[in-house]
Every structure is written in C-alpha cells, then in structure tokens.
C-alpha cells in the first residue's frame, strides 16, 4: 500500500532560545528536519508532507529543496490541526505515516513495524515506558490492556498521570480513516487545542483495535526541546556512527572522541583514527590510512597508505597514496598531493598541484602553483600568488630545487631542475638545470659598535 508522510515542524521552540527554527539546528551537522525526512525517504512509494510554522521563510529557504510538499501553518493549534492541514491531501487509499520534525533519531526498523500494524488494524501507535512521563500524553489502557484513549499531561487525572507508558506522538494510520477522524476533532480540552491524540478514542469507538510498538531504543523517540538535548542527542549518534564504523573495520582509537558530521563513502582496510579527529562532509579513505589527533578532514579523498599527523586541517583536496602531511599542516580546496609527497609543519597549500615524492616540509605557502615531481622547497618558501587584483600562476619543474627562504613571485616558472639560491626573490623564470638566485652580497663593517644606552 502506498504510504504518505506528514512531518510535524510548525511547532516553535522556545526554548532553544534561538532565532533558528528549532528544526534547522543540527545534528552530526545535519538539521534535524533533514534527519527525518531522510527516514521517511528511505521508505519506498513514499510522499512527504512537511507542515511548517515558526521562521517559516528560513525552513524554506535552508531546507525547501527537500523533496516534499511544504503547507504552512499559520496558528500552532495543535497536533491535529497541523495535520488537518492537509487533510485534502490524505489519499484514501493510502497509509498516513505521521513523524515530528524535533525527534531526529527514529530508525526504520521502528517505524516499519508502525506500518505493518497500521496495514494490518488501521493503527500502529509508538508508546514508550518512561520513570519520568511528566508533559506526555498517557496511554490509557481498559482491564484487558487494550489501549483506549491518550490522556495529555495537562487534562489528565492524578491517577492517570501515573501512567508511565506515554504516546511518542510517532503513529502510522489508515488514510481514509485518518480523513473522517480528523473531521471530529474538537478543542474542547485543557489547552484549547486540536489534539492529533484524540483519534485513538475515536478509533476505539468505530471498533478499530489499537496496536503499540515500543523502540528499540529510548533516544529514538527522544525530542528536542533546548540544547542540553540536543547536545545529549548529538552524543547518541555520533556513538552510533561510531559503533558502525568500528563494525565495518576502522579503528577509532575512543569512539567518544570522534565526530562525523556527514558520511565516509567508502573506505579500505585497516584505517586508524586518532581522538578529536572531525570528519565533515563527503569523505574517501583508502586502505590503511592513518589519521592522527585533533584533524579536520573535509570533503576530502585521502588515499592507500597516507599518514596525516596531528593539528591537520584538509579541505576539498586528494591525498595521492603513501603520502605524509603535517603536523600542522593546512591543505585548501582544489589541491592534489601527489603519491608519496610530503607536506610537512606549517605549511599551507592552496589550490595547487603537488607531484610525486615531492617534499614541502617546512614553514611554506604554496598557492596557484602546479610543483612537479621529486620537487625540493625548502623551508619558508612563499609563492607570491597574488598582486592585489589578481591571482597569478607558479610552476615549479620536476626534480627543482628551491632554497629556503625564497619568494616566488608569479607568475613564474622554475624550470626542470633548476636550483634557487636561499633567499631568492625570483622574478623571472628561472631557466632548466640552472643556479639562479637573487641576494644582495654580504658585507661586513670592520671595527663597528654597537650603540650603548644613553645615561648609563
Ligand atoms: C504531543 C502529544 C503528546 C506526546 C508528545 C510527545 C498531542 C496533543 N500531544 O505533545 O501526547 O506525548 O507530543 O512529544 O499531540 N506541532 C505542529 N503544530 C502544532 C503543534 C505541534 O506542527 O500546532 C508539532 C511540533 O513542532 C512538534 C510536534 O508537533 O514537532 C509535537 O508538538 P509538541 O508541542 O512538542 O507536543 P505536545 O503537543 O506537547
Ligand atoms: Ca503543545
């Protein structure tokens, strides 16, 4: 049967006290509104609905390009007048499966049994057993344990908030049955509300058995309501990640001290990941990679055998195999390293390509510059990339040997081999096989002092 997704999102968020939606902020840097729809996307012949409100032009324009039909709601009246929102939309054919924007953790394998039940009886209902219910609709069972109705915190009796099995508010149903529930809805309760939750006693007077399904896992149903549970939730799935990653052959020298922030896409054997090492975006790792502590990787390929050593930042960049970079080092978008190079302590590459066995170890800027293979700079070496307009081409020719200290000033060609003296400012291209270098002569003063303090 064909499903449809509705996600709740109107709903404020006051206490994240922030001028962000609470749906746009983040978890393993993506917002939680993505989290969800993800799940829903990852159910087949499945179309999405998300119900917005609160910074509605930010949802729309941050996350918009989601694949989803967007209505907003104007007034937050309640669960089920968000949903009634759409109610022109519910397929009678269909399975309405109804999830929250603010709850990122929910996995498949849930929300899969949700739907069978609701295929099956009209209902699947997510409950959870809670020591602490208080604010959650409770789940109100007869002699017989079946559920006849959820009670809300704030229209429930002293003895129904006793109840510690609580509606999650997650409920797949019936889409037909879904459309006449909704027209019965009233706000005759504590909150002057529409209660989506109303429909469970509804169901159980047209006959309708109401099934529930736990979690496996509490922090699947967990909300966010402030950032002390967004940070808590943060933990829970950076730990998942980890715990995946392990499984599939990385080690992670303290899972706890890892941080994923979009997807490794693949991986080789053998990969080593020191603590503090933050992986953003879309990343490669070859086989046996090493990378050290406190690195920031992004959208970055590193390939067979490279070791990055600790304080590393890489950026939209290719690390060819066998290569060694840092520590300290800074690799800038659209640079390759080539195989075996090595890219040592403070030195920061942008936008160049670095050949094969070619060694920067120390202290140097290297910008617009294509460096051939078996290249030696020495340290402090600068390209001199830009003229304050514009950015200029350096060319460094295999087997060159720039000395230390030197300013390349482009554009400007190093040719095949050709040495530079220390302390160089090349001007000109220097020619193949050559010795150039620019230094004024040394000179000594015979017999001079140095000055002596006034006073004294
Ligand atoms: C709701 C349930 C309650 C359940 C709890 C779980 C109702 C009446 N109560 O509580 O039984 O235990 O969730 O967290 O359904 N939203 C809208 N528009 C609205 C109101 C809410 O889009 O007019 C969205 C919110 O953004 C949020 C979700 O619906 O994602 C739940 O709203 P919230 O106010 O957090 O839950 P309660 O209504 O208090
Ligand atoms: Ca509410």
Same mark, same amino acid.
């Given at each position: 049967?064909?499903?449809?997704?509705?996600?709740?999102?109107?709903?404020?968020?006051?206490?994240?006290?922030?001028?962000?939606?609470?749906?746009?902020?983040?978890?393993?840097?993506?917002?939680?509104?993505?989290?969800?729809?993800?799940?829903?996307?990852?159910?087949?012949?499945?179309?999405?609905?998300?119900?917005?409100?609160?910074?509605?032009?930010?949802?729309?324009?941050?996350?918009?390009?989601?694949?989803?039909?967007?209505?907003?709601?104007?007034?937050?009246?309640?669960?089920?007048?968000?949903?009634?929102?759409?109610?022109?939309?519910?397929?009678?054919?269909?399975?309405?499966?109804?999830?929250?924007?603010?709850?990122?953790?929910?996995?498949?394998?849930?929300?899969?049994?949700?739907?069978?039940?609701?295929?099956?009886?009209?209902?699947?209902?997510?409950?959870?057993?809670?020591?602490?219910?208080?604010?959650?609709?409770?789940?109100?069972?007869?002699?017989?344990?079946?559920?006849?109705?959820?009670?809300?915190?704030?229209?429930?009796?002293?003895?129904?908030?006793?109840?510690?099995?609580?509606?999650?508010?997650?409920?797949?149903?019936?889409?037909?049955?879904?459309?006449?529930?909704?027209?019965?809805?009233?706000?005759?309760?504590?909150?002057?509300?529409?209660?989506?939750?109303?429909?469970?006693?509804?169901?159980?007077?047209?006959?309708?058995?109401?099934?529930?399904?736990?979690?496996?896992?509490?922090?699947?149903?967990?909300?966010?309501?402030?950032?002390?549970?967004?940070?808590?939730?943060?933990?829970?799935?950076?730990?998942?990640?980890?715990?995946?990653?392990?499984?599939?052959?990385?080690?992670?020298?303290?899972?706890?001290?890892?941080?994923?922030?979009?997807?490794?896409?693949?991986?080789?054997?053998?990969?080593?990941?020191?603590?503090?090492?933050?992986?953003?975006?879309?990343?490669?790792?070859?086989?046996?990679?090493? &990378? =050290?502590?406190? @690195?920031?990787? !992004?959208? %970055?390929? /590193?390939?067979?055998?490279?070791? *990055?050593?600790?304080? +590393?930042? $890489?950026?939209?960049?290719?690390?060819?195999?066998?290569?060694?970079?840092?520590?300290?080092?800074?690799?800038?978008?659209?640079?390759?390293?080539?195989?075996?190079?090595? &890219? =040592?302590?403070? @030195?920061?590459? !942008?936008? %160049?390509? /670095?050949?094969?066995?070619?060694? *920067?170890?120390?202290? +140097?800027? $290297?910008?617009?510059?294509?460096?051939?293979?078996?290249?030696?700079?020495?340290?402090?070496?600068?390209?001199?990339?830009?003229?304050?307009?514009?950015?200029?081409?350096? &060319?460094?020719?295999?087997?060159?040997?720039?000395? %230390?200290?030197?300013?390349?000033?482009?554009?400007?060609?190093?040719?095949?081999?050709?040495?530079?003296?220390?302390?160089?400012?090349?001007?000109?291209?220097?020619?193949?096989?050559?010795?150039?270098?620019?230094?004024?002569?040394?000179?000594?003063?015979?017999?001079?002092?140095?000055?002596?303090?006034?006073?004294?």
């Amino acid at each position: 049967m064909r499903l449809q997704t509705i996600i709740l999102a109107a709903g404020q968020g006051t206490r994240m006290r922030s001028s962000l939606p609470k749906v746009l902020h983040k978890i393993g840097g993506k917002t939680l509104l993505a989290h969800v729809h993800d799940l829903a996307m990852q159910l087949g012949d499945n179309s999405v609905h998300v119900i917005y409100g609160h910074g509605g032009k930010q949802v729309l324009s941050t996350v918009g390009n989601l694949e989803a039909e967007w209505t907003e709601q104007k007034q937050q009246l309640g669960t089920g007048h968000a949903v009634m929102q759409v109610a022109d939309w519910i397929a009678t054919g269909c399975t309405v499966l109804i999830l929250y924007g603010d709850v990122p953790l929910l996995k498949l394998a849930t929300v899969k049994l949700l739907i069978e039940d609701a295929y099956k009886n009209g209902i699947g209902l997510l409950t959870v057993n809670l020591d602490d219910p208080t604010g959650y609709g409770r789940i109100v069972r007869n002699e017989k344990g079946n559920v006849i109705r959820i009670v809300e915190e704030k229209d429930a009796s002293p003895l129904q908030r006793e109840i510690c099995e609580v509606n999650t508010g997650i409920l797949a149903v019936n889409g037909q049955m879904l459309k006449g529930w909704l027209n019965r809805l009233t706000n005759l309760n504590a909150q002057g509300e529409y209660y989506l939750t109303d429909i469970i006693a509804l169901a159980v007077a047209d006959g309708v058995y109401v099934e529930t399904t736990q979690p496996a896992e509490q922090s699947e149903v967990l909300g966010i309501n402030n950032r002390v549970q967004l940070a808590q939730l943060e933990r829970v799935y950076q730990l998942h990640q980890a715990t995946a990653l392990m499984e599939s052959g990385i080690t992670l020298l303290d899972p706890s001290r890892f941080d994923l922030r979009g997807e490794i896409v693949t991986h080789g054997q053998d990969v080593e990941i020191d603590v503090n090492v933050v992986l953003e975006g879309k990343i490669k790792l070859g086989n046996r990679v090493k &990378i =050290g502590p406190n @690195v920031l990787l !992004k959208d %970055s390929q /590193i390939d067979d055998d490279v070791e *990055i050593f600790a304080n +590393s930042v $890489i950026e939209k960049a290719n690390i060819s195999a066998g290569s060694r970079i840092g520590p300290f080092a800074r690799i800038r978008p659209e640079s390759n390293i080539g195989e075996n190079a090595h &890219i =040592g302590n403070f @030195v920061e590459i !942008k936008k %160049s390509n /670095i050949g094969k066995s070619t060694k *920067i170890n120390h202290l +140097s800027y $290297i910008g617009d510059a294509i460096v051939g293979s078996e290249v030696n700079v020495g340290a402090g070496t600068i390209t001199c990339n830009y003229d304050g307009a514009n950015k200029h081409l350096t &060319i460094i020719e295999d087997g060159a040997f720039i000395g %230390s200290d030197t300013q390349l000033v482009a554009p400007v060609t190093v040719g095949k081999n050709a040495t530079i003296g220390a302390g160089s400012t090349i001007t000109k291209n220097a020619p193949e096989g050559e010795l150039s270098l620019s230094r004024s002569k040394q000179a000594t003063i015979p017999g001079w002092q140095r000055p002596i303090k006034k006073g004294d």
